[in-house]
């Protein structure tokens, strides 16, 4: 079985899903990120459960 | 509007869409706009007096660069139709046919709504309610309500530009204060000087766009003067703020040597009439252009140089 040869199209369209594949890797690296120094942060407290009835 | 803009505007709404590329969408964003709105946030946000997490920092700086490309990408959709016939414009990915208006309105829409909300997450409130106010001065004040209709379309949508430092403060900060309010002023009173040499030398491009920018309705006279009353009045503010907070000694050296510069490139401007510029093909409009973005930059880094001084005690004028 052979291949069709890849059309500009086909690059186009996997130039496209790649870049937007990286920048979901680093938008979930930042906020990975932001979620450390969040929680690492002096001033971050974990909420309390509140008590039934209060 | 002319038959030829209407035109290009109706075949770039029908330009095939799904298939443009990364750097398509890329372009949307204006990124060279966008380095001057990150370069400025992020004096604002390192002058400020507070420290910022350097991941917390990184973030808010990225969700103001990704709100002012979402502005750029709503302008682009409205203008199709200006930059179509504009030669400075004529290639940005609408008229080009690459992206649909319907995409670039999509791709606008959602990066702005995002930005605001995860700078809110990332830093507070207030630096994502300036933000979001920014995004939409820029597209509804400036791009949809002023440009077409009045010739103070830049002084007044100069603002929408002057936000980012003051953005930058108030996620550090969590407030606006008289420095924030300062390099907002400096901004401000930079972009007419600054775009009225561009549209000086840009000659004929706002006239067959029909937007009603200084030089076609008051006249390239009027704009020279203008120019220079604007110029005056910025080298005024600009080394006066050499004695506030956001200023010294550093500071004031810098404002002294590119106020004079700017002030002799304008003084000449208005001194030229038309034939003498078309005769040097606009050679003193050009390097006022050029330098208007030089004096900006001189500023912002003299700011953070008062701050990174002051780091260690030997900022301002204390």
């Known amino acids: 079985m052979s291949f069709r040869e890849e059309h500009e199209l086909h690059k186009r369209r996997f130039g496209r899903n790649l870049g937007l594949g990286l920048v979901l890797a680093g938008f979930v690296a930042l906020v990975f990120g932001l979620t450390v120094a969040k929680v690492s942060n002096d001033d971050f407290m974990v909420p309390t459960q509140q008590q039934e009835g209060k | 509007m002319s038959d030829a ?22 372009a949307l964003l204006k990124p060279r706009v966008m380095t001057l709105v990150v370069f400025t946030a992020l004096v604002g946000l390192l002058a400020a007096p507070m420290a910022v997490h350097p991941v917390v920092g990184l973030a808010a700086i990225l969700f103001i660069a990704v709100g002012g490309g979402a502005a750029g990408a709503l302008n682009m959709w409205w203008e199709s139709d200006i930059d179509a016939v504009m030669k400075r414009t004529a290639k940005r990915p609408i008229p080009a046919g690459k992206v649909s208006r319907d995409e670039a309105f999509a791709f606008g ?24 106010f920014t995004i939409f001065f820029y597209v509804v004040i400036y791009t949809i309500g002023l440009k077409r209709w009045t010739p103070q379309n830049i002084v007044i949508g100069g603002a929408a530009g002057a936000f980012p430092p003051m953005i930058g403060w108030a996620a550090a900060t969590g407030t606006v204060s008289i420095e924030s309010v300062l390099m907002f002023a400096l901004i401000f009173m930079w972009t007419p000087p600054h775009f009225w040499a561009l549209a000086l030398f840009m000659r004929g491009d706002y006239d067959t766009a029909g937007v009603p920018m200084l030089t076609v309705t008051h006249g390239r006279k009027s704009t020279r003067l203008h120019i220079l009353v604007y110029t005056v ?47 040097d093909n606009y050679r003193v409009e050009k390097r006022a252009f050029r330098l208007s973005l030089w004096y900006l930059f001189a500023h912002f880094t003299a700011i953070l140089a008062e701050a990174a001084l002051s780091g260690l005690g030997l900022g301002g004028w204390a």
Do not use: C
């Open chain 2, 5 to 26: 803009s209407l035109n290009s505007a109706s075949q770039a709404a029908s330009a095939p869409s799904g298939e443009a590329g990364f750097g398509d969408f890329f």
């Open chain 2, 109 to 132: 829409i959602t990066l702005a709504v995002f930005s605001v909300v995860m700078l809110w997450l990332a830093t507070n409130a207030l630096a994502a309610g300036i933000l979001a």
């Open chain 2, 233 to 279: 009045l910025l080298a005024v503010m600009a080394v006066g703020a050499a004695f506030t907070g956001i200023g010294g000694p550093v500071y004031l050296a810098v404002a002294l040597v590119f106020n004079a510069l700017f002030l002799r490139d304008a003084v000449a401007i208005w001194r030229r009439d038309e034939t003498r510029a078309e005769a």
